[in-house]
């Protein structure tokens, strides 16, 4: 488990773009799950390595979801809403170590610039 970990009430974490760039650095990396609709990605960009299941489908298609319930998984969206519906949703899967990236792939763009 991460040491980035803002745990809320709902049990998933919410991290800033620093602490997920460091996530991704890590050697155990977090599998990253964006859940926007796949139009989305294309349309408005998308982070380098994520698996796109739009929220909408994540119950759905869970057996896409790694089977190591430990593993950390970083929900993203375009802003950060969505992903914290999805961060809640993995929790109620029975993933534990989960987080949600504040601003979204909005925000880790800007990041970037």
């Known amino acids: 488990?991460?040491?980035?970990?803002?745990?809320?009430?709902?049990?998933?974490?919410?991290?800033?773009?620093?602490?997920?760039?460091?996530?991704?650095?890590?050697?155990?990396?977090?599998?990253?799950?964006?859940?926007?609709?796949?139009?989305?990605?294309?349309?408005?960009?998308?982070?380098?390595?994520v698996v796109n299941i739009p929220l909408g489908q994540l119950r759905q298609r869970g057996n896409e979801l790694p089977a190591d319930r430990d593993r950390a998984i970083v929900a993203v969206c375009q802003s950060g809403a969505r992903s914290q519906q999805a961060a809640a949703m993995l929790v109620e899967l029975g993933y534990r170590n989960?987080?949600?990236?504040?601003?979204?792939?909005?925000?880790?763009?800007?990041?970037?610039r």
């Open 1 to 49: 488990m991460f040491g980035f970990r803002s745990a809320t009430r709902n049990g998933y974490g919410r991290i800033g773009v620093a602490e997920f760039e460091a996530m991704r650095g890590a050697d155990a990396a977090p599998y990253l799950l964006d859940v926007r609709e796949a139009f989305e990605l294309t349309a408005f960009g998308k982070i380098p390595g």
């Open 98 to 112: 989960v987080y949600s990236l504040d601003g979204g792939t909005l925000g880790w763009m800007k990041a970037r």
